[in-house]
């Protein structure tokens, strides 16, 4: 028979001197010695089995009895086993394990250990881990939970980091009680036993190998490699998307904000024209949203992303900051826009050119703002929080340098081609003063836009919220209540893979 070890101490009478069997070399068994060696061999993180054996009569079992658990358990004699010695087996964690975990802890995610291993097996491992430290310093056994109220079960979940001796309703009662504290909690496992458990969690993970049938049909997520290290990849690439739907919006938002308030403004300023024509809108809409837009989308991880810690619960895409930067963005383009079409109507530069030609130029330089314009917006939202005034805005992303030049050629061959530019767009070539204020709104939106993103910076480093983590903007409010009732039937939770 092999087992717990400090379980199968409790079931033991005899032990065998030396290891031999024999009753020759029975003698009665010293408990206290046992629990030592047990306790020496689990606190260098060593997996411990128990191995005994014992005598019963022929006629007790048949020829194809599965003994299990409850044959060894519970038996009239009481302690009547031999224990003949101690195994143990050495499991080293992953050393990309080890790193993973150090990483998770740095973006705010906490982790914790639960096992069926002996509790100073457990300790042991933790500290290998990294999860055990002076906040949370110690274990507690699937035993003492049992003995804890909901309440003391909820402040036990929050000061401890590893779990021995567990069983499958302590893995339920530990993902209600972090959920009822406010905590997101992902639950892993591979067992049949541990699909009551993924399925309560915000995330079941299931391991893709070794994982039974019945854990992964009850997760959310299944790790093809079975390795903790793509978890927090996974994190991390979640962070990532969505990041880059937020930068999607503060590029497209804008821009297409002020192609409408463009329009608008110039109307309420007098020009004698919109400042850009209808398909002028079309166009920069449907090339701003396919290049400028669709390098955000893609753009890589941002450096320092795995050192902020998790985004509230019920946060939605558009929080406070995001929300000021639209508008900033908006108000810029849709002031440059304006302000270089009424330079050119009202500045005295073309009032002997026609009416007709006039009108051209106006839109002319109105479209290249805005669209050069636009480039700006979409270099500042490359970066969250990191400045883009640096080598590293035409760097990381290829798409970034490729869709500014595409953008560029295509203004560039719009407003020269004649034709093209006069019946389709209705505007004509810019000469030098009409580049020079294209290049003064776009050097204006990107400069300003980084100087909100600096004072950003600067008020996260003084401690303010930047992120809504704590104001309770723009989110779907408060975690939902949970029920720390245990699922029905969850008392007498023994599953067992069947084996066809």
Same mark, same amino acid.
């Given at each position: 028979?092999?087992?717990?070890?400090?379980?199968?101490?409790?079931?033991?009478?005899?032990?065998?001197?030396?290891? +031999?069997?024999?009753?020759?070399?029975?003698?009665?068994?010293?408990?206290?010695?046992?629990?030592?060696?047990?306790?020496?061999?689990?606190?260098?993180?060593?997996?411990?089995?128990?191995?005994?054996?014992?005598?019963?009569?022929? &006629?007790?079992?048949?020829?194809?009895?599965?003994?299990?658990?409850?044959?060894?358990?519970?038996?009239?004699?009481?302690?009547?086993?031999?224990?003949?010695?101690?195994?143990?087996?050495?499991?080293?964690?992953?050393?990309?394990?080890?790193?993973?975990?150090?990483?998770?802890?740095?973006?705010?995610?906490?982790?914790?250990?639960?096992?069926?291993?002996?509790?100073?097996?457990?300790?042991?491992?933790?500290?290998?881990?990294?999860?055990?430290?002076?906040?949370?310093?110690?274990?507690? $056994?699937?035993?003492?939970?049992?003995?804890?109220? &909901?309440?003391?079960?909820?402040?036990?979940?929050? $000061?401890?980091?590893?779990?021995?001796?567990?069983?499958?309703?302590?893995?339920?009662?530990?993902?209600?009680?972090?959920?009822?504290?406010?905590?997101?909690?992902?639950?892993?496992?591979?067992?049949?036993?541990?699909?009551?458990?993924?399925?309560?969690? %915000?995330?079941?993970?299931?391991?893709?190998?070794?994982?039974?049938?019945?854990?992964?049909?009850?997760?959310?997520?299944?790790?093809?490699?079975?390795?903790?290290?793509?978890?927090?990849?996974?994190?991390?690439?979640?962070?990532?998307?969505?990041?880059?739907?937020?930068?999607?919006?503060?590029? %497209?938002?804008?821009?297409?904000? #002020?192609?409408?308030? #463009?329009?608008?403004?110039?109307?309420?300023?007098?020009?004698?024209? $919109?400042?850009?024509?209808?398909?002028?809108?079309?166009?920069?809409?449907?090339?701003?949203?396919?290049?400028?837009?669709?390098?955000?989308?893609?753009?890589?991880?941002?450096?320092?992303?795995?050192?902020?810690?998790?985004?509230?619960?019920?946060?939605?895409?558009?929080?406070?900051?995001?929300?000021?930067?639209?508008?900033?963005?908006?108000?810029?383009? $849709?002031?440059?826009?304006?302000?270089?079409?009424?330079?050119?109507?009202?500045?005295?530069?073309?009032?002997?050119?026609?009416?007709?030609?006039?009108?051209?130029?106006?839109?002319?330089?109105?479209?290249?703002?805005?669209?050069?314009?636009?480039?700006?917006?979409?270099?500042?939202?490359?970066?969250?929080?990191?400045?883009?005034?640096?080598?590293?805005?035409?760097?990381? %992303?290829?798409?970034?340098?490729?869709?500014?030049?595409?953008?560029?050629?295509?203004?560039?061959?719009?407003?020269?081609?004649?034709?093209?530019?006069?019946?389709?767009?209705?505007?004509?070539?810019?000469?030098?003063?009409?580049?020079?204020?294209?290049?003064? #709104?776009?050097?204006?939106?990107?400069? +300003?836009?980084?100087?909100?993103?600096?004072?950003?910076?600067?008020?996260?480093?003084?401690?303010?919220?930047? &992120?809504?983590?704590?104001?309770?903007?723009?989110? &779907?409010?408060?975690?939902?209540?949970?029920?720390?009732?245990?699922?029905?039937?969850?008392?007498?939770?023994?599953?067992?893979?069947?084996?066809?």
């Amino acid at each position: 028979v092999k087992g717990a070890p400090d379980r199968m101490v409790k079931l033991c009478k005899y032990q065998a001197k030396g290891g +031999v069997a024999g009753d020759e070399n029975l003698e009665d068994i010293n408990e206290n010695y046992w629990i030592e060696q047990i306790a020496i061999l689990s606190s260098h993180g060593l997996r411990v089995l128990g191995l005994c054996r014992t005598t019963i009569d022929k &006629d007790s079992v048949k020829a194809g009895d599965q003994l299990g658990p409850e044959f060894v358990n519970g038996r009239p004699e009481g302690k009547w086993l031999t224990m003949v010695g101690l195994c143990a087996i050495m499991d080293p964690p992953r050393p990309e394990c080890v790193q993973a975990i150090k990483e998770a802890r740095g973006a705010g995610v906490r982790v914790a250990m639960i096992t069926g291993d002996h509790k100073d097996t457990a300790t042991a491992i933790g500290h290998m881990l990294g999860i055990v430290d002076e906040k949370y310093s110690e274990a507690v $056994t699937g035993p003492e939970l049992d003995a804890m109220s &909901d309440e003391e079960i909820r402040k036990c979940v929050m $000061t401890h980091n590893v779990f021995a001796r567990a069983s499958p309703q302590n893995k339920i009662r530990i993902v209600k009680a972090l959920q009822a504290e406010g905590q997101v909690s992902s639950m892993t496992g591979d067992g049949v036993n541990d699909a009551p458990a993924l399925k309560a969690a %915000n995330m079941g993970v299931a391991m893709g190998k070794e994982g039974t049938d019945v854990a992964r049909e009850a997760s959310e997520m299944i790790i093809a490699d079975d390795n903790f290290a793509t978890i927090v990849y996974a994190v991390k690439q979640g962070r990532v998307v969505w990041d880059n739907l937020r930068k999607v919006l503060l590029v %497209n938002t804008p821009i297409n904000n #002020s192609q409408g308030l #463009s329009v608008l403004f110039g109307l309420l300023v007098k020009l004698p024209n $919109t400042p850009i024509s209808a398909i002028q809108i079309l166009y920069s809409n449907f090339i701003c949203a396919v290049t400028l837009g669709f390098v955000c989308a893609i753009e890589p991880a941002e450096d320092g992303i795995m050192e902020l810690p998790p985004r509230r619960v019920g946060k939605r895409l558009i929080g406070r900051f995001l929300f000021l930067r639209i508008v900033l963005g908006t108000v810029l383009l $849709t002031g440059c826009v304006v302000g270089s079409a009424s330079i050119i109507e009202y500045g005295g530069r073309y009032d002997d050119w026609s009416v007709e030609e006039r009108e051209r130029m106006m839109r002319g330089v109105a479209f290249n703002v805005l669209d050069f314009g636009a480039i700006s917006v979409m270099l500042s939202a490359r970066f969250a929080y990191n400045s883009s005034i640096h080598p590293r805005v035409f760097q990381g %992303n290829p798409a970034a340098v490729f869709s500014i030049a595409i953008v560029a050629v295509l203004q560039v061959f719009l407003s020269y081609v004649p034709g093209l530019n006069s019946f389709v767009f209705s505007m004509r070539g810019m000469d030098g003063f009409g580049w020079g204020l294209t290049f003064a #709104s776009m050097v204006i939106v990107f400069i +300003v836009m980084e100087i909100e993103k600096a004072i950003r910076r600067h008020l996260k480093a003084q401690g303010a919220d930047t &992120d809504d983590r704590e104001t309770p903007f723009f989110t &779907d409010g408060k975690a939902p209540e949970v029920d720390m009732k245990m699922p029905k039937g969850a008392s007498k939770l023994n599953l067992q893979e069947l084996n066809h």
